[in-house]
Nanobody, 124 residues
């Protein structure tokens, strides 16, 4: 299982970016994909998850309505479209893979497979 995240960069407040996560070694109907971020000095935060098997999605409260997760199964790629970016969105963004639900019905709380991060910086 390998995950390759890309698309980060520097953007002004209110701008947009699209992150990509290319999966290899498995197909997207095997594992769900989640986007997480970690800002300097802060704990890791789950941003959004998608189950390409049935199209289920989940969003964190801090990004709901601004970020959109999608998948292209033919390209084995998951995207995170980020709009209306704020300085507090500045973080390293990671994609991860695992089952959609844990045995206690939590959505991807601690995925087992991780890609490298991509830096997103939002200037004020």
């Amino acid at each position: 299982v390998q995950l390759q995240a890309s698309g980060g960069g520097l953007v002004q407040t209110g701008g947009s970016l699209r992150l990509s996560c290319v999966a290899s070694g498995f197909s997207l109907d095997t594992y769900a994909i989640g986007w997480f971020r970690q800002a300097r000095g802060r704990t890791r935060e789950k941003i959004s998850c998608i189950s390409s098997d049935d199209g289920s999605t989940d969003y964190g409260d801090s990004v709901n309505g601004r970020f959109t997760i999608s998948s292209d199964n033919a390209k084995n790629t998951v995207y995170l479209q980020m709009t209306s970016l704020k300085p507090e969105d500045t973080a390293v963004y990671y994609c991860a893979a695992d089952r959609w639900l844990t045995e206690d019905d939590k959505i991807m709380p601690e995925p087992g497979y991780w890609g490298q991060g991509t830096q997103v910086t939002v200037s004020s």
